[in-house]
């Protein structure tokens, strides 16, 4: 399957994607009783192959990601992934916590909940912008191996994905992590289509 995205698409997605981490970052400011920032600085289109290299690379071989199935006019799944040193940062400068060590459970219930608001953010305000009909499941957190985390059942080899790059800013502290939204099968023509309604209306 072929990116086909131009990069005024990219430019157009990446704003919005910004719009929603701003939201994400007012809901997360009051979790937190802190000021917290979140942007997208870039976005890149890539193959499934492509993903797992960056990612590893960049966020090693061990991560924490938080998923969400997005089901309607296109058929996606994002990941909202962090190397799991990172996300054991957030956790706890967010619920004020210091335990050491892996996730505890109640950690992992924080992590799920801050990649709830996140991947809702993100979800939300791209199909309040290009409008559509769409489910989105519940979150579901995991940590293990960053090429098994993007083995979502559905997807395979070849299919398209969105890396968002974020920067989560929290208590002076910069924290880099990426949302990862593998679009499904034929989704990719239905996904370009909606964007391309929407810059026509500008």
Same mark, same amino acid.
């Given at each position: 399957?072929?990116?086909?995205?131009?990069?005024?698409?990219?430019?157009?997605?990446?704003?919005?994607?910004?719009?929603?981490?701003?939201?994400?970052?007012?809901?997360?400011?009051?979790?937190?009783?802190?000021?917290?920032?979140?942007?997208? *600085?870039?976005?890149?289109?890539?193959?499934? /192959?492509?993903?797992? !290299?960056?990612?590893?690379?960049?966020?090693?071989?061990?991560?924490?990601?938080?998923?969400?199935?997005? &089901?309607?006019?296109?058929?996606?799944?994002?990941?909202?992934?962090? *190397?799991?040193?990172?996300?054991?940062?957030?956790?706890?400068?967010?619920?004020?916590?210091?335990?050491?060590?892996?996730?505890?459970?109640?950690? /992992?219930?924080?992590?799920?909940? &801050?990649?709830? &608001?996140?991947?809702?953010?993100?979800?939300?305000?791209? &199909?309040?912008?290009?409008?559509?009909?769409?489910?989105? !499941?519940?979150?579901?957190?995991?940590?293990?191996?960053?090429?098994?985390?993007?083995?979502? /059942?559905?997807? $395979?080899?070849?299919?398209?994905?969105?890396?968002?790059?974020?920067?989560?800013?929290? $208590?002076?502290?910069?924290?880099?992590?990426?949302?990862?939204?593998?679009?499904?099968?034929?989704?990719? *023509?239905?996904?370009?289509?909606?964007?391309? /309604?929407?810059?026509?209306?500008?």
């Amino acid at each position: 399957m072929s990116i086909s995205l131009t990069e005024f698409e990219k430019d157009a997605l990446t704003e919005i994607f910004n719009i929603g981490m701003g939201r994400a970052a007012n809901s997360l400011s009051q979790m937190a009783n802190d000021e917290i920032t979140l942007a997208v *600085p870039s976005l890149a289109v890539v193959t499934y /192959e492509e993903a797992v !290299s960056i990612l590893t690379k960049t966020a090693g071989e061990k991560v924490c990601s938080v998923t969400q199935r997005l &089901i309607g006019d296109f058929n996606a799944d994002a990941i909202l992934i962090f *190397p799991e040193n990172n996300s054991l940062s957030i956790v706890r400068l967010m619920v004020g916590d210091a335990y050491p060590g892996d996730l505890t459970e109640m950690e /992992e219930e924080a992590l799920t909940e &801050i990649g709830n &608001i996140i991947l809702n953010a993100c979800f939300g305000t791209l &199909i309040n912008i290009i409008g559509g009909d769409f489910d989105i !499941s519940l979150p579901s957190a995991r940590t293990g191996a960053c090429v098994h985390i993007l083995e979502i /059942e559905g997807n $395979k080899s070849g299919e398209i994905v969105m890396l968002l790059y974020i920067d989560f800013i929290l $208590k002076n502290r910069t924290i880099y992590g990426h949302v990862a939204i593998l679009l499904e099968g034929d989704s990719m *023509p239905n996904f370009i289509r909606k964007i391309q /309604e929407f810059l026509a209306t500008l």
